[in-house]
Nanobody, 121 residues
């Protein structure tokens, strides 16, 4: 059974950092693209970034460039989202999803339950 589990969210002050984890089971995640998405209260889910099977990063949100990075630990079948210089606008539930590639037209699925990130002083 394909499953993704997000973790690592929490309350952080503006300017702070967090590392989110996306643990995969039921498949070998390094063969696929893993995307990070977020949904803020009252807004639709939006893409943040994606890591391809070859390790390349595609940014979906301009606001993530220069602040967020993504990496894989294939031995742990886990993808990480490192977020720096967080602002209140980053407050959202963060989800990871799996796809064949990061490019346009590729759909993501097998969403986890999400992890809440709250940026507040």
């Amino acid at each position: 059974q394909v499953q993704l589990v997000e973790s690592g969210g929490g309350l952080v002050q503006p300017g702070g950092s967090l590392r989110l984890s996306c643990a995969a089971s039921g498949f070998t995640s390094d063969y696929y693209a893993i995307g990070w998405f977020r949904q803020a209260p009252g807004k639709e889910r939006e893409g943040v970034l994606c890591i391809s099977s070859s390790g390349g990063t595609t940014y979906y949100a301009d606001s993530a460039m220069g602040r967020f990075t993504v990496s894989r630990d294939n031995a742990k079948n886990t993808v990480y989202l490192d977020m720096n210089n967080l602002g209140r606008e980053d407050t959202a539930v963060y989800y990871c999803g799996v796809s064949l590639d990061c490019g346009p037209g590729y759909e993501f699925g097998s969403w986890g339950q999400g992890t809440q990130v709250t940026v507040s002083s």
